[in-house]
């Protein structure tokens, strides 16, 4: 009986391992061997590639592991991961252009230049005030210590809340220019708009002043010809094309110039969501009433502006100038201990030049930061995780979320993308909210009345992950008022969206498409 009983017991410990998780896991691993290297050469008379599938097997995993542990995000290392599973010969391809980005020597070497020169100007010295430390938790020193972009007192900041009133703003500023402009933008399109600034620049160059212009290939790329520059230079403006495209080029000509920025004389400064077009201002409107936004800078904040546009500038045109020429004096007693508002233009690039994801990281504290609000605009809500978890967290913890997208598209398959982000989020209980019968472009963020950041930075991953891309920083001034204020108007005329249904081919649609955003 003590047999049968010992005999059983085995038996039972013998069932166990055969259907024990461990067990099945390894007859699966093993069915997939069979499948991928065993089958194969047993029909490669039938087959005679078999040999290169097992091959382009092989590889595709020594490429997973690469994937694996490269310093790529979860959301960009997932679809290649799956294209190399599925389709090793796609998958290997993508991961050429992906995996190893080199950068040209030359930009190597005049970033570094340029760096060393403008460092000085951007930087404090010896020592961070202890100010941007204890205002807003840190944000400021984080900007400082990843970017080197000083923070400065806010009170010369001014919100402009339209297209329109930038571009008033802006032609009053050109024209009031004694020493140099310079401008850079993702988009310039001909047109009343571009006509106007155009006359401006080629009056103010032949008068003496000195004019820069910057425009990113491909966002002009269907807008102006080949030969703009060289009109340009006809009129005495120096003007280069950023990071000229090409189809059969790396990924890194996915990292696009998406700044805008104006700097005048190094004493006032513009950066915001509105490139030099006509639609920008409402002149045209091909999907209703464009809603923009921007901040006009006054005195050394100025500064961070004009060293970035140096950046970019001298990085394309290989050229190293002298920051100081172009910069005011600034005084590292500025911020002092009874200091409240601050001001800090930062910018942001691929983490190959800037080591971190500024721009993200950027929002990242905010949301963390907010208690009692948070407002968000954005034209794309094309999230990763780690955005969208801090969303909802900040939602459950009590906080008003809330996030205004457009109602009318400029991209519709983009907004598939955006609006397939609703019901997840709003389970959390952030209210979304879409503005009728307008495009919002503009690229806003206020947490707590307090903080605020104003920029270029869309919620996509194009702006968090691969372009060079510009914003600014706010704490305490008038400005943030004036931006609650706007995004007080914006709520009485939007629609909140409570109703979350998509048929099921457009859930596939946007599945598909979601899964392979973060590499374009």
């Not at 078999?50 to 310093?71: E, G, M, P, R």
């Not at 460092?119 to 020592?127: C, L, M, Q, W």
């Not at 305490?476 to 108007?489: A, L, P, Y």
Request: charged letters at 20%; glycine letters at 4%.
């Amino acid at each position: 009986m003590r047999y049968d009983n010992a005999a059983l017991r085995k038996m039972k410990k013998l069932f166990k391992l055969i259907f024990s998780r461990f067990t099945l896991i390894l007859l699966a691993i093993l069915l997939q061997l069979s499948l991928y290297v065993f089958l194969p050469l047993f029909l490669q008379a039938a087959f005679p590639f078999a040999k290169l599938n097992i091959a382009f097997t092989i590889l595709s995993v020594i490429i997973v592991l690469l994937i694996i542990n490269s310093d790529m995000t979860i959301e960009g290392q997932l679809p290649l991961v799956i294209l190399c599973i599925t389709l090793p010969v796609v998958g290997i391809a993508f991961c050429t252009l992906f995996l190893r980005i080199k950068v040209p020597k030359k930009v190597k070497t005049t970033a570094k230049k340029i760096s060393e020169k403008t460092k000085p100007i951007t930087s404090y010295g010896d020592v961070v005030p202890k100010q941007i430390a204890d205002n807003s938790k840190g944000v400021f020193k984080y900007v400082y210590n990843v970017s080197q972009m000083r923070t400065y007192i806010g009170d010369g900041a001014e919100f402009l809340e339209s297209g329109e009133r930038f571009f008033v703003e802006l032609k009053k500023t050109l024209l009031s220019a004694k020493k140099f402009i310079f401008m850079e933008y993702f988009i310039i399109d001909r047109g009343a708009v571009w006509s106007e600034i155009q006359d401006i620049l080629a009056r103010k160059a032949s008068e003496g002043v000195e004019v820069r212009l910057m425009y990113d290939d491909l966002g002009t790329i269907a807008l102006l010809p080949s030969s703009f520059p060289k009109q340009m230079k006809a009129l005495n403006i120096k003007c280069i094309k950023f990071n000229e495209y090409n189809r059969l080029a790396s990924a890194l000509y996915n990292n696009r110039d998406h700044r805008k920025i104006t700097v005048v004389d190094g004493e006032i400064g513009f950066v915001g969501g509105a490139n030099i077009a006509d639609e920008y201002a409402n002149l045209i409107s091909p999907y209703g009433y464009w809603k923009d936004s921007a901040v006009k800078i006054k005195g050394p904040a100025v500064n961070n502006l004009t060293c970035m546009f140096l950046q970019l500038y001298d990085i394309q045109s290989c050229i190293v100038d002298d920051p100081k020429k172009y910069c005011l004096a600034t005084n590292d007693s500025d911020l002092s201990d009874n200091v409240t508002s601050l001001v800090c233009p930062f910018g942001d690039g691929p983490k190959y030049v800037y080591g971190d994801h500024v721009a993200e990281t950027v929002y990242l504290n905010i949301i963390n930061l907010a208690v009692k609000t948070l407002y968000v605009t954005t034209p794309y809500l094309i999230i990763d995780s780690k955005l969208k978890s801090a969303l909802m967290n900040a939602a459950s913890r009590g906080v008003d979320v809330r996030i205004i997208t457009p109602g009318v598209p400029d991209k519709k398959a983009v907004y598939v993308i955006t609006r397939s982000h609703y019901k997840e989020l709003a389970s959390a209980g952030v209210k979304i909210y879409e503005l009728p019968g307008s495009f919002v472009h503009a690229k806003q963020i206020i947490a707590d009345d307090e903080l605020a950041c104003v920029g270029t930075i869309n919620l996509d991953y194009r702006s968090m992950l691969h372009h060079y891309e510009c914003g600014v920083l706010l704490y305490k001034t008038s400005c943030v008022s004036k931006i609650k204020e706007d995004f007080q108007n914006s709520f009485s005329i939007c629609e909140q969206k409570k109703d979350f249904k998509q048929n099921f081919l457009v859930r596939i649609f946007a599945a598909l498409i979601k899964l392979f955003t973060p590499l374009f």
